[in-house]
């Protein structure tokens, strides 16, 4: 199946139990533990106000920083780097250019948001947040709730499709084999 623009052709997203590729399985459980922890970012957030630091002793919103940090941190510093030194390359030797640019792309732009959102955490995790840190932390995180729900999409409905269409099961199993030893 070729597509001319793989982001104008959405296919139906796929249940992880139907990803018959390696690296799409991969790809998509690391999605699916992403949007889990922004879910429960986005919802602290609509909870406390952006004027209204959370209590530095919230347990709730310290175990949300966590998740945050090292979801973040692991998306930005090897799913991003993985997709963008094996995964987007393999596709361009399929004639498959266009998702790699796009993607990546909206990869330097979350990395930026996420880059900030992880060092206020950070920051917030050893000293709690004030009145300007946590605002600043309220508008970033929405921002980067936003930017990675977006691109998460695009991945499932567009690029583990894509990977599931043209990569054979020898390119599949050493693309997966690389991702594991990236870890």
């Known amino acids: 199946m070729e597509l ?4 104008c052709t959405m296919p139906e997203i796929k249940s992880p139990m139907q990803h018959t590729s390696q690296i ?3 790809l998509h459980d690391e999605h699916m533990e992403e949007v889990a922890v922004l879910e429960r970012l986005e919802g602290a957030l609509q909870k406390q106000k952006s004027t209204t630091p959370p209590a530095t002793d919230d347990s709730f919103m310290t175990g949300i920083l966590i ?3 090292g979801n973040t941190d692991t998306q930005i510093n090897q799913h991003f780097v993985f997709e963008e030194t094996f995964l987007f390359p393999k596709l361009a030797e399929c ?3 266009g998702i790699g640019m796009v993607l990546a792309s909206e990869h330097q732009a979350i990395r930026e948001t996420g880059t900030a959102v992880i060092a206020l955490a950070r920051a917030a995790r050893e000293n709690g947040f004030n009145a300007d840190s946590w605002h600043q932390f309220h508008q970033l995180a929405g921002e980067l709730i936003e930017w990675v729900i977006s691109h998460v999409q695009k991945e499932e409905m ?8 043209i990569l054979d099961e020898k ?4 693309l997966a084999q690389s991702y594991m030893a990236s870890r």
């Open 171 to 174: 390119a599949d199993g050493d």
């Open 4 to 7: 001319s623009c793989p982001l």
């Open 158 to 165: 567009a690029l583990l499709p894509l990977i599931e269409d």
């Open 95 to 97: 004639g498959e250019v």
């Open 24 to 26: 799409a399985r991969l």
């Open 67 to 69: 998740d945050l940090i």
